[in-house]
């Protein structure tokens, strides 16, 4: 059986609760989605990953099924085997497509454009554009992915700085619309738990609220 496993949400589960982090809250969820990239990763290089390669083994026995179908000697239990093969030859190119679209982030092509090899190239331009290969700070050109980095904090943490003494535009009398005392409670009021699966309910499958890159259909 070439196919995915489809016990993929009892294996997250299961990272899930193998990690061991400390904090609160908010810094748990940053720790552990970062603990299950790293799993993610794993796994697509040693399972999804291999797509190309389970559609190439899913051919050859279709190959040899149709030559079997050719003379004449298909027999009952190659044609149950026939089938299931061109079944899991639909998934893995399915899976092959949605992985690439995903990739590509064009997400306004319409489920069914089946133009792989589009999604490849827009795929590898979007890597390209979201990457930083070089960087010149002060006349000086910083190549390597520690350098970057080190240069790019450095830069916020010297615009963020605190500073003692700073003028600031202040707007004395001048008059404001006020919101009512009702608005300024709603305002003022905690997330509710719907309202945050509202909102996410609410956002394309493929679209990512974050940087860390989990899609909202995978949360």
């Known amino acids: 059986m070439w196919l995915l496993s489809d016990d993929f949400g009892e294996r997250v589960r299961g990272w899930w609760d193998s990690y061991t982090v400390l904090g609160n809250l908010s810094c748990r969820l940053v ?16 399972v999804f990953g291999k797509l190309q390669t389970q559609k190439v083994l899913i051919l050859t026995v279709l190959q040899g099924l149709d030559e079997k179908d050719d003379r004449g000697i298909l027999f009952e239990e190659d044609m149950a085997r026939q ?20 990739k590509s982030r064009c997400l306004w092509l319409k489920d069914g454009d089946r133009n792989t090899s589009f999604f490849h190239r827009m795929a590898n331009a979007h890597r390209r554009v979201t990457q930083i290969g070089r960087l010149r700070v002060n006349g000086v050109v910083l190549s390597s992915t520690e350098e970057i980095t080190m240069a790019i904090v450095g830069f916020y943490e010297y615009l963020f700085r605190p500073v003692e003494e700073v003028w600031r535009l202040t707007l004395d009398g001048f008059p ?18 719907e309202e945050v699966f509202k909102v996410l309910w609410s ?17």
């Open 203 to 219: 956002m394309l499958g493929d679209k990512a609220p974050g940087p860390d890159g989990f899609s909202i259909a995978f949360l």
């Open 176 to 193: 404001f619309d006020l919101i009512s005392e009702a608005d300024y409670l709603l305002l003022e009021s905690v997330f509710t738990e």
């Open 31 to 46: 720790q552990k989605l970062k603990l299950l990239k790293i799993d993610l990763r794993q796994w697509n290089r040693e």
């Open 83 to 102: 089938d299931t093969a061109r079944k899991d030859f639909g998934h893995v190119a399915r899976m092959e497509e949605i992985s690439f679209r995903q």
